[in-house]
């Protein structure tokens, strides 16, 4: 069943790691505490992108739950990435709204299935 997912969980983990190299950047800035919502919300996407391709790979029934809230958090993510300027908040911010998007697709076709 796992394959039917394969476009999104590669999303999820491509966003993760985007997530925890900004997370990461953001620590090497000079105002951190001006990152802090941004660091945040970056740890948050990753750990719940991470889950949600956990999910779809057993096949999980809460998938199309669970990939709603992963899209909600990894919009969030990037539209507070967006509003900053360095690469990595950039680069994150882009990852972001493609997994949003392909978790979203995922869920409406997974609650579809149910």
């Given at each position: 069943m796992h394959q039917q997912f394969a476009s999104c969980i590669e999303a999820c983990y491509r966003c993760a790691a985007a997530c925890d190299h900004c997370a990461s950047a953001c620590l090497q800035e000079h105002n951190v505490k001006d990152m802090a919502r941004c660091i945040a919300l970056d740890m948050d996407c990753a750990d719940i992108c991470r889950m949600a391709a956990a999910y779809m790979a057993?096949?999980?029934?809460?998938?199309?739950?669970?990939?709603q809230l992963c899209a909600d958090i990894c919009?969030?993510?990037?539209?507070?990435?967006?509003?900053?300027?360095?690469?990595?908040?950039?680069?994150?911010a882009q990852a972001c709204k493609q997994c949003a998007d392909e978790?979203?697709?995922?869920?409406?076709?997974?609650?579809?299935m149910l």
């Open positions: 057993r096949g999980s029934e809460q998938v199309a739950s669970v990939c919009e969030a993510c990037g539209t507070e990435c967006a509003r900053h300027s360095m690469d990595h908040c950039q680069a994150c978790c979203r697709r995922m869920a409406k076709s997974a609650a579809a």
